[in-house]
């Protein structure tokens, strides 16, 4: 059983499982489809990928998105914490270059649903993080594209006191206003 806690950004949730616990330790149903998609209102979608990295505290990935094999992504943390952002990269939305962030950790158990049209990135809040995400299209890595972590015009709030580990790609990403959005 999931619970949906709305964000600023309607198109994007958190879900809560409920979590059974005793003391042999617990038990939670991690996804359900019918579920999801209750829950959502997302239609006719499918996972086609499941994803896993580990990070390092202080370790910064993204913002990322696919521009013409747009991924919806529903992510979590099974080790560790991290604080996970979407950015609106739908030029004709009416929240478009706004975002929302979460804490998402494996105490917690909560994940988040970044529908397709959306960046995402997260940061590494604990010593390191376990992070696992469902995709809706394959990776396609000419079809990626990386928005600056730091873009003034996005203003993201990083939980963090210095700066990150990025990638060359992260280290390289266009301001959103340079960036290649979806119409």
């Known amino acids: 059983m999931l619970t949906l806690i709305p964000t600023a950004i309607p198109d994007v949730a ?3 499982p409920q ?3 005793d003391s042999r330790g617990f038990f939670f149903e991690s996804f359900n489809e019918r579920e999801f998609m209750e829950l959502t209102g ?5 996972f086609v990928q499941d994803n ?3 990070s390092a505290k202080n370790v910064l990935r993204g913002l990322h998105y696919q521009i013409r094999q747009p991924q919806g992504k529903l992510v ?3 080790a560790g914490e991290v604080f996970d952002v979407a950015v609106d990269v739908r030029k004709g939305s009416p929240t478009f270059g706004k975002w929302v962030g979460a804490i998402l950790s494996a105490e917690n158990r909560r994940q988040m649903w970044i529908p397709p049209g959306f960046a995402h990135g997260f940061v590494v809040t604990s010593d390191a993080a376990e992070f696992l995400y469902k995709t809706t299209d394959y990776w396609a890595p000419g079809d990626e594209r990386c928005i600056a972590w730091n873009d003034p015009a996005i203003g993201i709030e990083w939980p963090i006191d ?3 580990v990025l990638s060359d790609k992260d280290r390289n990403g266009k301001p959103l206003a340079d960036a290649e959005v979806f119409a």
């Open 42 to 46: 997302a239609k006719n979608l499918h």
């Open 162 to 164: 210095r700066a990150p």
């Open 76 to 78: 979590r943390v099974i």
């Open 19 to 21: 979590v059974f616990g």
């Open 52 to 54: 896993h990295s580990r």
């Open 14 to 16: 958190i879900l809560e």
